[in-house]
C-alpha cells in the first residue's frame, strides 16, 4: 500500500466519518472513477474505522463513562424489577433512547443489498440525488428554531425520527452525522445535543461495521503492514477528534450549511458528469 497512500486514507476515513458529507458516497465516486473497488483492503478499513471510535470516546469520554456506568446500573434494575421508565435519569434515557435509534436500521438492513447495489453500479446519478437530499437536509436544520432538549427530554418519538433519517443514511452521498444532526435539530434538541447524540449513536453502527468487515476479511491477503495499520490508526483517531470539534462548533455557530453548499455543488456536478457518462457509453475514468 505504501505509508503516504496509508495516512491518506486515514486522513480521509477521520474526515468523512464525522463531516455531514457522506463518506459512502465519496467511496463510491472514488471506485467509479478510479476503477478500483478497494479489494483486499477490508482489514486496514476496520483499522481505520477503529480510530475512528477511538475519536468519538475521546471527545464525549465524559459521557460515555457516565453511559458505561448507568448501563450496568440499569441492567440490575431490570433484573431486579426496579426499572421504571418514568423515573429515568438523563443517562438512562440517553441510553435507553440510542437503543431504540438503533432499532430502527434494522428494517432498512433488509434491504441492504439493495443499498450496496446503487453504491456498485455503474451509474452515479443516484449519488448526485442523495448528495443533494444531504444538501437540502443541512440547509433546512440550519434554519431551525434552536431547541433546548437535553438527553433528560428526549422521547421515544425523537428517538425513532432520528433512528429513521440514520436509516436512509445507507444510501450512498446522504450522510449519516448529517441526517442524524439535523433530525435532532428538527426534534428540537440543543445544539450540543444534537452533535453528542448523533455521535455517540454512531458507536453502534462503527462497530457493527468493523465486525463485518473483519469477517470479510478473513483469508483476505492484508493490503498494509503492521506499521501502515498503527500509523493509520493514529491518523485516523487524531482527524476524526479534529472533524468532531469543527462540526460541533458549526453546529453552535449556526455555520453547518457550509456542507450543504459543498454537497450541492457536488451533487449538481456527479449529476452532470452521470449525464455525460450516458451518452458517451462509458464512465469517465481517471488513470
Not at 486514507?9 to 478510479?34: C, D, K, N, R, Y
Not at 469543527?246 to 451533487?267: P, R, S
Not at 458528469?273 to 451518452?279: R, T, W
Amino acid at each position: 500500500m505504501g505509508m503516504i497512500n496509508a495516512v491518506f486514507q486515514a486522513i480521509i476515513q477521520g474526515l468523512t466519518e464525522f463531516l455531514p458529507v457522506s463518506s459512502s458516497g465519496h467511496l463510491s465516486l472514488f471506485q467509479h472513477f478510479t476503477g478500483k473497488s478497494g479489494e483486499g483492503a477490508l482489514m486496514y478499513s476496520a483499522v481505520l474505522h477503529l480510530g475512528t471510535l477511538v475519536a468519538v470516546f475521546f471527545a464525549f469520554k465524559k459521557t460515555i463513562i457516565a453511559l458505561i456506568k448507568e448501563f450496568f446500573v440499569m441492567l440490575r434494575d431490570i433484573f431486579t424489577g426496579k426499572f421504571k421508565w418514568r423515573e429515568m435519569n438523563p443517562e438512562r434515557r440517553m441510553i435507553v433512547m440510542i437503543v431504540i435509534s438503533t432499532a430502527c436500521l434494522i428494517p432498512f438492513y433488509l434491504f441492504k443489498d439493495w443499498f450496496t447495489g446503487i453504491a456498485e453500479d455503474k451509474s452515479i446519478f443516484a449519488e448526485g440525488l442523495c448528495f443533494l437530499y444531504t444538501a437540502g437536509l443541512l440547509f433546512m436544520s440550519d434554519k431551525c428554531v434552536k431547541g433546548k432538549k437535553t438527553p433528560k427530554n428526549i422521547t421515544a418519538g425523537n428517538a425513532v425520527t432520528v433512528g429513521f433519517f440514520q436509516g436512509v443514511a445507507l444510501l450512498p452521498g446522504v450522510s449519516r452525522s448529517g441526517s442524524t444532526i439535523s433530525a435532532g435539530l428538527f426534534s428540537g434538541f440543543s445544539r450540543e445535543t444534537a452533535v453528542q447524540y448523533s455521535f455517540i449513536l454512531g458507536i453502534p453502527a462503527i462497530l457493527g461495521g468493523c465486525a463485518v468487515e473483519i469477517k470479510d476479511a478473513v483469508g483476505e491477503k492484508a493490503a498494509a503492514s503492521v506499521p501502515e495499520c498503527i500509523i493509520g490508526f493514529i491518523v485516523a483517531a487524531i482527524v476524526g477528534v479534529c472533524a468532531i470539534k469543527l462540526v460541533n462548533w458549526l453546529v453552535k455557530t449556526d455555520k453547518f450549511k457550509i456542507f450543504g453548499y459543498y454537497t450541492f455543488i457536488l451533487g449538481i456536478i456527479v449529476i452532470v458528469v452521470s449525464i455525460i457518462e450516458k451518452f458517451v457509453g462509458h464512465a469517465l475514468v481517471i488513470g
